[in-house]
């Protein structure tokens, strides 16, 4: 294994934001978690590319990540090198019907490009807040919709150090499940989507409508990362764990939210461990009073 101050000094002559040390609750939307040795924030698909080649090259244990969103990293952080995908600058591209943008888009940017070219289609996805390539990984979706319906194709990067480009029916999407999830040493580069024309208005009231009815139900006023538990075959999270009546359950600041049940949230300066235990004890509560297991959406790392 490569000394680590070196190799972040190697990588600051990149196209590349480089901290030391920097605790994963500033980059996750539940903003809790210990520190990373090394977060690289590459400004374009050049410069990821180079950060994971020299990363492989050192032997150097790595992470992409997008807006963090997803993710639950435990107290004891992460060793290694973190890739935030976040700062990428790449243009977002429209050709017709066809829009392509690198992973690091929001999908907030994406969903507003489509309106102002009024292309329909990805409505749903305003509001999650992730990005291009999280959101392709997860096969994230709301509201009826999910990536699988407009996604035409992913470039990659291979773990032997390829750049492909593979067809979306090749990537195995299914609910908030991907090739990737399956194969986290390949790294999404960019994405193509092919939407429908639409009319403006049409889209901009779906997506304002989404919206609304987001910020109705969810309790975006408290870090999460969105629904805690992936919804079991004929239920609703949600619905199970308002039955076991665990709206408010808090443990040490973690605390199952009073708006949405689906919910935990980081109420009061919780921990990583605090959201765990949570979590371990409304899995258990769910099982023994309803039958039903719950399995984790939030993606616990490592
Ligand atoms: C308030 C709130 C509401 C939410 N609502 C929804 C919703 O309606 N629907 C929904 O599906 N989700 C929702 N989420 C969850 C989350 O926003 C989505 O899963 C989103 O797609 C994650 O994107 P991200 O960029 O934050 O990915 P991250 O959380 O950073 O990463 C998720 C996974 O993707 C991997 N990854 C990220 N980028 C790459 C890349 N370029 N190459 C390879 N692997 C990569 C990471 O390693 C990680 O395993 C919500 C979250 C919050 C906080």
């Given at each position: 294994m490569t000394d680590l101050t070196s190799f972040a000094e190697s990588l600051k002559s990149e196209k590349c934001e480089i901290l030391i040390n ?178 403006k208005e049409d889209i901009k009231l779906k997506m304002d409508d989404l919206m609304g009815r987001r910020k109705d139900k969810q309790p975006l006023e408290y870090p999460s990362a969105g629904s805690t538990f992936k919804r079991p075959e004929g ?68």
């Open positions: 920097s605790p994963m609750s500033r980059h996750t939307s539940f903003r809790v978690g210990g520190n990373a040795d090394i977060v690289a924030i590459p400004e374009n698909i050049a410069a990821l590319c180079d950060v994971i080649r020299k990363a492989e090259d050192s032997s150097l244990p790595y992470m992409v990540i997008g807006n963090g969103s997803n993710l639950l990293v435990r107290d004891c952080g992460l060793r290694g090198l973190v890739i935030k995908t976040t700062g990428m600058k790449d243009e977002i591209k429209v050709n017709g019907n066809v829009v392509s943008c690198s992973a690091g888009t929001s999908l907030t940017r994406l969903c507003n490009i489509a309106l102002e070219s009024s292309l329909s289609g990805l409505e749903f996805a305003y509001g999650i807040p992730g990005t291009v390539g999280g959101a392709v990984f997860m096969n994230a979706g709301a509201y009826g919709g999910e990536m699988k319906d407009v996604l035409s194709s992913v470039t990659h990067l291979t773990p032997d150090g390829r750049i492909e480009t593979v067809d979306a029916s090749e990537l195995s999407l299914s609910y908030r499940k991907s090739f990737y999830s399956e194969n986290s040493n390949y790294t999404i580069l960019s994405a193509e989507f092919t939407l429908c024309d639409g009319n239920y609703f999270a949600g619905a199970l764990i308002e039955q076991c009546n665990l709206k408010g359950f808090n443990i040490r600041g973690a605390e199952v939210s009073e708006k949405h049940a689906g919910f935990v949230i980081n109420k009061d300066n919780a921990d990583a461990s605090a959201i765990l235990e949570l979590m371990e004890h409304i899995k258990e509560t769910v099982k023994k009073e309803t039958g039903v297991t719950l399995e984790p959406e939030v993606r616990i790392i490592p």
